[in-house]
């Protein structure tokens, strides 16, 4: 079936440094894509989202990059910091489904000093 | 307001017991959903509610399955005759209705089955 992965199960990265995370989905139904972070202990915490007629979209330290032609999605972090660590996730879903997210497996980043 | 509050945190039963988790979502938002975690894994879809109304159910979702929205505010997700294969996260979320798909997750129920 149609599914959302990630490329990377585990990124080291120095304190400072940006990030970057990957997600291959393979619905090209979806149009609309979002990413999550989650600390140990906690719920998944909304970071950005962006809809499938845009290729970027920026937040506060965090891009968002989509490449509909080969289904790709990323999230880049900027200057990481410490409270960065954490397991970040990409979902897809359509706007005829809505809140009903198809989350992949998730990539814990570790940041050191 | 201080976001998806779910009870209990974690619960750890034998198997063949039922059990019941609640799930308090933001006070606006008329639209409530349940997910399930395992280790390791991303969440997966159970169900959602448009205020009372089960209007979805995945099909990871037995009838030994069963949510609730009585009222349109709070949820219960009751699981019966536990198995070990239902050790998971179960969490909560809920969003502002339909156009607004950025869900707000609570910090989930862990249940761990004996």
């Known amino acids: 079936g149609e599914s959302v992965g990630l490329h990377l199960p585990t990124l080291s990265v120095q304190e400072g440094d940006n990030s970057i995370i990957n997600c291959a989905y393979s619905n090209s139904a979806s149009d609309y894509f979002i990413w999550y972070k989650q600390e140990s202990g906690k719920g998944p915490q909304f970071i950005i989202d962006?809809?499938?007629?845009?290729d970027k979209r920026q937040g506060q330290r965090v891009t968002v990059l989509l490449n509909k032609t080969v289904k790709h999605l990323s999230l880049q972090i900027a200057a990481t910091q410490p409270g960065d660590s954490a397991v970040y996730f990409c979902?897809?879903?359509?706007?005829?489904?809505?809140?009903?997210?198809?989350f992949g497996a998730g990539t814990q980043v570790v940041v050191t000093p | 307001d201080t976001g998806v509050s779910q009870d209990p945190r974690h619960k750890i039963t034998k198997r063949g017991q039922n059990v019941t988790f609640r799930c308090d979502p933001i006070s606006e938002h008329n639209r409530l959903y349940w997910y399930r975690q395992t280790l390791g894994q991303g969440p997966e879809f159970l169900t959602y509610?448009?205020?009372?109304?089960?209007?979805?159910k995945s099909r990871l979702l037995s009838d030994r399955f069963s949510a609730e929205r009585p009222k349109g505010s709070f949820s219960t997700l009751e699981i019966q005759r536990t198995e070990q294969g239902d050790s998971a996260m179960y969490l909560c979320?809920?969003?502002?209705?339909?156009?607004?798909?950025?869900?707000?997750f609570g910090a989930g129920s862990r249940l761990t089955v004996l």
């Open positions: 962006i809809r499938s007629n845009m």
């Open positions: 509610f448009q205020n009372e109304a089960q209007l979805e």
């Open positions: 979902a897809e879903a359509r706007t005829d489904s809505w809140g009903k997210l198809q």
């Open positions: 979320a809920s969003s502002a209705g339909t156009g607004a798909n950025v869900l707000t």
